[in-house]
Structures are given as structure tokens and as C-alpha cells.
């Protein structure tokens, strides 16, 4: 049995070192029906780990590449701790294996990196930890193995490290098995921090793609921010192709550790925020909700090759999972164009999305750098109903104390039967009526409390 004091201590080990528009090739991250390489596709795949008492019937295995095994962890001779519950796992696979979902072994664990450390320095013990690893492949159906060394130092360690990873890597692709590696992200997008450092270029060249943990940054956890400078240091300064670079969302919260699960079970609103407070400091729950685990895809969609969390155990069910959440964003990305999908401006009211659909129109942003939304569906999203005069070109919203007359192709609006000058003009765009975004829902009551440019996301109240 594991303690809970145990189990935030596998979850800290492993964790502790984490601290517009950029078209993306719509043939990269295409629809994919026969070619099972994940290395060809943009991914969703997730962490499980041993730990948590999990009915497997609740994985959505539906929704998913891949999944990483968490942890088999290494001693410092070579050796591997044997598992806890080796059933579960075989299980796991065989439901995995069952929905074309890829099932790889995670080595380590933040605990381990003194014991991988030790590994290294010695032949013995090296020959010792791949014949361990490859073990692995007769004892279970495994598809890969993904290395948490959180991490070796620079300097000896590093170059050890280099050394194993290599060897190692010639081993698995003489079996065609995945590699891959779990990295910790960064405070900036042009430095790294040490537990970046200790991994060589050379070494980084093993792996098949690179799990950058962007979560567990102190009590924020993981803001926004943090998985796009961390993309822009692995791309930028350490040349990792973005293909190959997948970000880590959290599906817990600090400093509380409440699980998105328990969270939203305590209140079904908090699925749709990122802060709950509590009672006191050490309760209140920093976290990633559907918004911004929606804009988080939208960014990997962009500057990355896919999506992962920490971990799958305590995901919701039904219409709040954020596996699916994830996993069906990217599908309607490659629905609709990658490059479109990521262009698109997104509106968040009162913490819902607007859903725009190819009969409402899609917002975009027009020639002078404005965004613009479809007039109908934001009029009755914020409870307006909409009518047209068709003979003088002129849209009206009634409702909430305000009356909105939008003359097409004019400067302005009336409000109330007030004009108000625009610094551009609503438009007739596909046979849709399209206004200024800030224009319609500021004079309708509402104030754009947020606009994440980077992802190109307003948030409305």
C-alpha cells in the first residue's frame, strides 16, 4: 500500500526539476489513418502511474497515441526494483494494444537520478541496465521505453549519461521500439536552467521525440507562459526539431495536490478555471482547466509535436475530460487545416467557449490587425437576439438594456441612439455579417477582461 505522503513523493521526485502565428505544415500533422509511426503524426499520449488505484475501465484509451508507463525504477547496479503490480500493467498493454494505442515503459523517476548517476559511471553496471531494459520487451508486449532521468549533471555525468543513451538507442531501433526522454521546461525562452543542461545535444539526438514537463513550477504550477518559452529554448537554443518536442500539462494542482478529478467533483464549474482558493495557502489549487488546456493544444499545435500529461489516473469522465479535450481539438485542427485551426481567434465567455462552426462563420483577423467575430452567434452567446435590414445593410442586436444598430461598411455603431466611431467597419464576409470583436462585446455590456495573443484567445465577462 502506498502512503499519501508516498505518493506526493513519487509525484515531487518525478516532477521537482520542472520548474502570430506560426504556420505549421498542414502534411505534417494531417489526417492519418494507416501509418501507425507516431513519429509522423502529432501526438496525444499521457503518463499512468502505478500509484493511484485506477479502474481501467475508465482510461480513455479511445483518445489516445500512446501512454508511459510510470515508473520501473533503476538501482544503481543496473538492476530494476521489481514492479508493484505487474498485472496491472499487462492489462493495461492489452487494452492498450486493443484500441491501436502504444504502450512504452518509463525508467526512472526524479527519486532515481542519484542511482542513474551511479549506473553510468560503471561498465558493469551499464551492460547490467540495458540488459534490464531490453528484458523488459520479453517479460511485456511493449512498444518503447521512456528514459526520467531528472537529471544527470554537467560535466562526468553528462557524458555517461551520452554515452548510455547512445548505447541503448542502438538496441531498441535494432528492435524498432520507440525512445523517447522526459525533460524539464524553462523560466526562459533563450536559457536554460540546470536540469536542462546535463543533456548533450548528442544524447538528445537518441530519442524518438522529448517530453518537456512544463508543470510543477513552484505553487503556479503550470501558467501559459510556461510551455511557450520552454518550446522556444528547446527549439531555438538546443536546435530539437519541433516535431519532436511534446508538452506536459498537469492534470493535478499545487500547492493543494487536489486531482483535476476531485476538484471538479467538488464543484463542476472548477473544470472551466485554473484557481480554486482554499482555506488557507497550502489548500488553494493552481491547476489547468479545459480553457487553458484548449489554448495549451492550440500552442503545441503550433510550435510542437504533440501533447502529454501527468497523469491520466485522475482525469475526469465524460464532457470534462481533458484527454478527450485534447485528443479532439487536435482532430478538428486537422479538419479544418492545421494553419487555419491555429489562425482562428478563439472567444472564452464567462468561462465557455463560443463554438463558431462553418454555419455561424469563424472569427478572424482582418488586414488592419483587428478581430473579427460572426454578429449572430455573438450576439445570442451573450443573450441578444439579431435581426437584418437588408435594404439599408444595418444589423441589430436587442437585449440586456441595449439596442446595437451596425451599419455594414461604416465607421460606426449606434448604441442606444448613440453613434460611436469605430477605428474600423463591420463587414459583409461569406453572406455573414462580421464586427469589430471589442466593438460588439464592449458596447453589449461585456468587457474582453483577456486577449492571449499567442494563442489568440479572448476572454470575455
Same mark, same amino acid.
Given at each position: 500500500?502506498?502512503?499519501?505522503? =508516498?505518493?506526493?513523493?513519487?509525484?515531487?521526485?518525478?516532477?521537482?526539476?520542472?520548474?502570430? +502565428?506560426?504556420?505549421?505544415?498542414?502534411? %505534417?500533422? /494531417?489526417?492519418?489513418?494507416?501509418?501507425?509511426?507516431?513519429?509522423?503524426?502529432?501526438?496525444?499520449?499521457?503518463?499512468?502511474?502505478?500509484?493511484?488505484?485506477?479502474?481501467?475501465?475508465?482510461?480513455?484509451?479511445?483518445?489516445?497515441?500512446?501512454?508511459?508507463?510510470?515508473?520501473?525504477?533503476? !538501482?544503481?547496479?543496473?538492476?530494476?526494483?521489481?514492479?508493484?503490480?505487474?498485472?496491472?500493467?499487462?492489462?493495461?498493454?492489452?487494452?492498450?494494444?486493443?484500441?491501436?494505442?502504444?504502450?512504452?515503459?518509463?525508467?526512472?523517476?526524479?527519486?532515481?537520478?542519484?542511482?542513474?548517476?551511479?549506473?553510468?559511471?560503471?561498465?558493469?553496471? $551499464?551492460?547490467?541496465?540495458?540488459?534490464? #531494459?531490453?528484458?523488459?520487451?520479453?517479460d511485456y508486449d511493449l512498444d518503447g521505453i521512456d528514459i526520467d532521468w531528472e537529471s544527470p549533471l554537467v560535466g562526468e555525468s553528462a557524458k555517461n549519461c551520452e554515452s548510455v543513451m547512445q548505447q541503448l538507442s542502438k538496441e531498441?531501433?535494432?528492435? /524498432?521500439?520507440?525512445?523517447?526522454?522526459?525533460?524539464?521546461?524553462? !523560466?526562459?525562452?533563450?536559457?536554460?536552467?540546470?536540469?536542462?543542461?546535463?543533456?548533450?545535444?548528442?544524447?538528445?539526438?537518441?530519442?524518438?521525440?522529448?517530453?518537456?514537463? #512544463?508543470? +510543477?513550477?513552484?505553487?503556479?504550477?503550470?501558467?501559459?507562459?510556461?510551455?511557450?518559452?520552454?518550446?522556444?529554448?528547446?527549439?531555438?537554443?538546443?536546435?530539437?526539431?519541433?516535431?519532436?518536442?511534446?508538452? /506536459?500539462?498537469?492534470?493535478?494542482?499545487?500547492?493543494?495536490? =487536489?486531482?483535476?478529478?476531485?476538484?471538479?467533483?467538488?464543484?463542476?464549474?472548477?473544470?472551466?478555471?485554473?484557481?480554486?482558493?482554499?482555506?488557507?495557502?497550502?489548500?488553494?489549487?493552481? !491547476?489547468?482547466?479545459?480553457?487553458?488546456?484548449?489554448?495549451? #493544444?492550440?500552442?503545441?499545435?503550433?510550435? /510542437?509535436?504533440?501533447?502529454? +500529461?501527468?497523469?491520466?489516473?485522475?482525469?475526469?469522465?465524460?464532457?470534462?475530460?481533458?484527454? @478527450?479535450?485534447?485528443?479532439?481539438?487536435?482532430?478538428?485542427?486537422?479538419?479544418?487545416?492545421?494553419?487555419?485551426?491555429?489562425?482562428?481567434?478563439?472567444? %472564452?465567455?464567462?468561462?465557455?467557449?463560443?463554438? !463558431?462552426? @462553418?454555419?455561424?462563420?469563424?472569427?478572424? $483577423?482582418?488586414?488592419?490587425?483587428?478581430?473579427?467575430?460572426?454578429?449572430? =452567434?455573438? &450576439?445570442? &452567446?451573450?443573450?441578444?437576439?439579431?435581426?437584418?435590414?437588408?435594404?439599408?445593410?444595418?444589423?441589430?442586436?436587442?437585449?440586456?438594456?441595449? #439596442? $446595437?444598430? $451596425?451599419?455594414?461598411?461604416?465607421?460606426?455603431?449606434?448604441?442606444?441612439?448613440?453613434?460611436?466611431?469605430?477605428?474600423?467597419?463591420?463587414?459583409?464576409?461569406?453572406?455573414r455579417t462580421y464586427i469589430p470583436m471589442r466593438a460588439f462585446f464592449e458596447n453589449a455590456g461585456c468587457t474582453i477582461k483577456q486577449w492571449h495573443n499567442n494563442t489568440r484567445t479572448a476572454y470575455v465577462e
Amino acid at each position: 500500500m502506498y502512503t499519501k505522503q =508516498k505518493i506526493k513523493k513519487c509525484i515531487i521526485g518525478a516532477l521537482c526539476f520542472c520548474l502570430l +502565428s506560426i504556420c505549421v505544415p498542414v502534411s %505534417v500533422y /494531417g489526417a492519418e489513418t494507416t501509418n501507425d509511426r507516431l513519429n509522423s503524426k502529432f501526438r496525444a499520449g499521457a503518463y499512468f502511474h502505478y500509484s493511484y488505484k485506477t479502474n481501467l475501465d475508465d482510461i480513455r484509451f479511445d483518445k489516445l497515441d500512446y501512454i508511459v508507463y510510470a515508473f520501473v525504477e533503476p !538501482y544503481a547496479d543496473g538492476s530494476f526494483r521489481p514492479l508493484e503490480n505487474p498485472d496491472q500493467l499487462k492489462d493495461l498493454i492489452e487494452r492498450a494494444h486493443t484500441h491501436g494505442v502504444k504502450v512504452f515503459m518509463g525508467i526512472g523517476g526524479g527519486s532515481t537520478a542519484m542511482d542513474f548517476d551511479v549506473m553510468a559511471s560503471d561498465k558493469n553496471s $551499464i551492460i547490467r541496465f540495458i540488459k534490464s #531494459t531490453m528484458g523488459l520487451f520479453e517479460d511485456y508486449d511493449l512498444d518503447g521505453i521512456d528514459i526520467d532521468w531528472e537529471s544527470p549533471l554537467v560535466g562526468e555525468s553528462a557524458k555517461n549519461c551520452e554515452s548510455v543513451m547512445q548505447q541503448l538507442s542502438k538496441e531498441l531501433k535494432a528492435k /524498432g521500439k520507440y525512445f523517447t526522454v522526459a525533460v524539464s521546461g524553462t !523560466y526562459k525562452a533563450d536559457q536554460g536552467i540546470p536540469s536542462t543542461n546535463g543533456f548533450t545535444d548528442a544524447c538528445l539526438d537518441c530519442f524518438d521525440w522529448i517530453h518537456v514537463m #512544463t508543470y +510543477s513550477l513552484q505553487r503556479t504550477n503550470s501558467p501559459l507562459w510556461f510551455p511557450d518559452v520552454s518550446l522556444q529554448y528547446w527549439h531555438n537554443i538546443r536546435g530539437i526539431s519541433t516535431d519532436r518536442l511534446v508538452i /506536459g500539462v498537469p492534470f493535478y494542482a499545487l500547492p493543494s495536490w =487536489k486531482t483535476y478529478r476531485d476538484l471538479i467533483a467538488e464543484d463542476p464549474e472548477y473544470a472551466y478555471i485554473d484557481q480554486v482558493l482554499g482555506a488557507d495557502e497550502t489548500q488553494e489549487s493552481n !491547476y489547468n482547466g479545459i480553457n487553458t488546456i484548449r489554448e495549451k #493544444t492550440k500552442l503545441g499545435l503550433q510550435n /510542437g509535436g504533440g501533447m502529454f +500529461s501527468w497523469v491520466i489516473n485522475v482525469d475526469a469522465a465524460g464532457e470534462q475530460s481533458l484527454t @478527450a479535450l485534447i485528443y479532439d481539438t487536435i482532430k478538428e485542427a486537422q479538419a479544418m487545416g492545421v494553419s487555419n485551426f491555429v489562425n482562428k481567434p478563439t472567444v %472564452v465567455y464567462k468561462n465557455r467557449e463560443i463554438m !463558431y462552426d @462553418a454555419n455561424s462563420g469563424y472569427p478572424f $483577423i482582418d488586414a488592419a490587425n483587428r478581430t473579427m467575430v460572426p454578429f449572430r =452567434k455573438s &450576439a445570442e &452567446a451573450v443573450g441578444m437576439t439579431v435581426s437584418y435590414d437588408a435594404v439599408n445593410q444595418v444589423a441589430k442586436a436587442t437585449g440586456n438594456g441595449k #439596442t $446595437i444598430q $451596425i451599419p455594414i461598411g461604416q465607421p460606426s455603431i449606434t448604441v442606444n441612439g448613440q453613434t460611436i466611431a469605430l477605428d474600423t467597419q463591420a463587414v459583409i464576409y461569406n453572406n455573414r455579417t462580421y464586427i469589430p470583436m471589442r466593438a460588439f462585446f464592449e458596447n453589449a455590456g461585456c468587457t474582453i477582461k483577456q486577449w492571449h495573443n499567442n494563442t489568440r484567445t479572448a476572454y470575455v465577462e
